[in-house]
């Protein structure tokens, strides 16, 4: 897993990750946060911090075009912990994304659906997984309404599984 461009601790600066569960746990008990997430973790990681404490979800890298991270997103649904892709349409120039938005297949479909290959980036997220929430950046109020409209396109089986088959 590349964790680029987050800091990496080294030497002393190392903290395991159960010593850094139990101060989110005290803040939680406190009232100072009231739900943990974490993002750029493993599988072993997300299970660990499950089990230790409760976490209410997971943020890592995840498009129709890359889902290394699908066996995290599987445990996530099985958990009912919410899964918050990072960069959902792609683009992330540090770890060699490809945009979602570039691939043909999404193009095509894209335009058989009369939307953008954002929308259909964002569709597929939402179709793919019910326990997705994706958190969108957008420049003006044009891309925000695009994006929400995302959400009224319909898929037919073929293209769905179409989608389900890119990698």
Same mark, same amino acid.
Do not use: C, M
């Given at each position: 897993m590349n964790f680029q461009p987050s800091l990496i601790p080294e030497g002393d600066q190392q903290v395991d990750l159960h010593a850094q569960l139990e101060e989110l746990? =005290?803040?939680? +008990?406190?009232?100072?946060v009231l739900s943990i997430g974490l993002s750029h973790? !493993?599988?072993?990681?997300? =299970?660990?911090? +499950?089990?230790?404490?409760g976490i209410a979800s997971v943020?890592?890298?995840? !498009?129709?075009?890359?889902?290394?991270?699908?066996?995290?997103?599987?445990?996530?649904q099985a958990h009912e912990i919410a899964w918050t892709p990072y960069s959902p349409l792609g683009g992330v120039s540090y770890a060699d994304i490809p945009r979602?938005?570039?691939?043909?297949?999404?193009q095509r479909i894209a335009e058989e659906l009369g939307a953008t290959a954002n929308?259909?980036?964002?569709?597929?997220?939402?179709?793919?997984?019910?326990?997705?929430l994706l958190i969108m950046g957008t420049s003006s109020l044009h891309h925000l309404k695009e994006?929400?409209?995302a959400t009224s396109l319909s898929f037919?089986?073929?293209?769905?599984?179409?989608?389900?088959?890119?990698t």
């Open positions: 746990l =005290k803040l939680r +008990e406190e009232g100072k973790v !493993t599988l072993e990681q997300v =299970k660990q911090a +499950e089990k230790e404490i943020s890592n890298i995840y !498009t129709v075009l890359r889902r290394d991270d699908e066996p995290i997103l599987d445990f996530a979602v938005t570039e691939h043909t297949s999404v929308q259909v980036g964002i569709k597929w997220q939402l179709e793919h997984s019910p326990n997705t994006n929400v409209a037919t089986s073929e293209q769905f599984e179409e989608l389900e088959n890119l």
